[in-house]
């Protein structure tokens, strides 16, 4: 089973300022997709970036990128000039290639705070 | 279009008693999934409906828990004789599986219910 690691419950970044956010992960597959969810206080989780793992290029997303180590299995977020509206919940998820394997896999997400 | 929406947006019950969360997905939509996010943790699969097949059950933590989907819309969890370690965040997602290969399918959540057991 595939399992999802997000070792910072909390981050606080200044208003303009970059941050990043971990995210390792475990699995015995080689092709899988990896995301980036955010979850404001409205509990209504919306999607920031996905990485296929066949692609070696970083997705990109607006402020938002990651830097996808496949041999080290780490997915980490950076999100540059930070804004007021993105202080919220973060997860990352994993999901399989496979088609057997439908759902996310979920850390237990990161909180971030943004200080103006 | 409107997105994936879910009722009711809180619930109260007594411990012991059944509940009934509904989820509408987005029009269109073939798949369907249920999460649990217990209090400061992440998302925990719960069930998966794909067309006319039938659901991976996989994730449900108990036989208390049940799930159908008419229609190949509207689906409803229910959960019998709750719990107070039933009460968490229950979010719907739904996508539409497009052929692609599935993990590439975007899933749209819903608000969420939040269920206390007391």
């Known amino acids: 089973a595939q399992t999802v690691t997000q070792s910072q419950p909390e981050m606080s970044v200044q208003e303009a300022e970059t941050v990043t956010l971990s995210c390792t992960y475990d699995?015995?597959?080689?092709?899988?997709?990896l995301f980036w969810y955010k979850q404001p206080p409205s509990r209504q989780m919306i999607l920031v970036i996905r990485?296929?793992?066949?692609?070696?290029q970083n997705a990109t997303e607006n402020r938002f990128s990651v830097n996808f180590q496949k041999a080290a299995k780490s997915f980490s977020l950076k999100i540059s000039d930070s804004q007021l509206g993105d202080a919220a919940m973060y997860f990352c998820?994993?999901?399989?290639?496979?088609?057997?394997?439908?759902?996310?896999?979920f850390g237990g997400g990161t909180r971030l705070m943004v200080k103006p | 279009g409107a997105g994936v929406s879910q009722s009711p947006s809180n619930k109260v019950t007594e411990k012991g008693k059944d509940v009934e969360l509904r989820c509408d997905p987005i029009s269109g939509h073939t798949a369907l999934y249920w999460y649990r996010q217990s209090l400061g943790q992440g998302l925990e699969f719960l069930i998966y409906?794909?067309?006319?097949?039938?659901?991976?059950k996989s994730g449900l933590p108990s036989d208390r828990f049940s799930a159908e989907r008419t229609g190949g819309s509207v689906s409803t969890l229910t959960i019998q004789r709750t719990q107070q370690e039933d009460s968490a965040v229950y979010l719907c997602?739904?996508?539409?599986?497009?052929?692609?290969?599935?993990?590439?399918?975007?899933?749209?959540f819903g608000p969420g219910t939040r269920l206390t057991v007391l």
């Open positions: 997602a739904s996508s539409l599986l497009t052929g692609l290969p599935s993990g590439a399918d975007t899933q749209y």
């Open positions: 409906f794909q067309g006319n097949s039938a659901p991976d």
């Open positions: 699995t015995s597959e080689s092709d899988y997709y």
């Open positions: 998820a994993y999901r399989s290639a496979n088609n057997a394997g439908n759902m996310l896999t």
């Open positions: 990485q296929e793992a066949y692609k070696q």
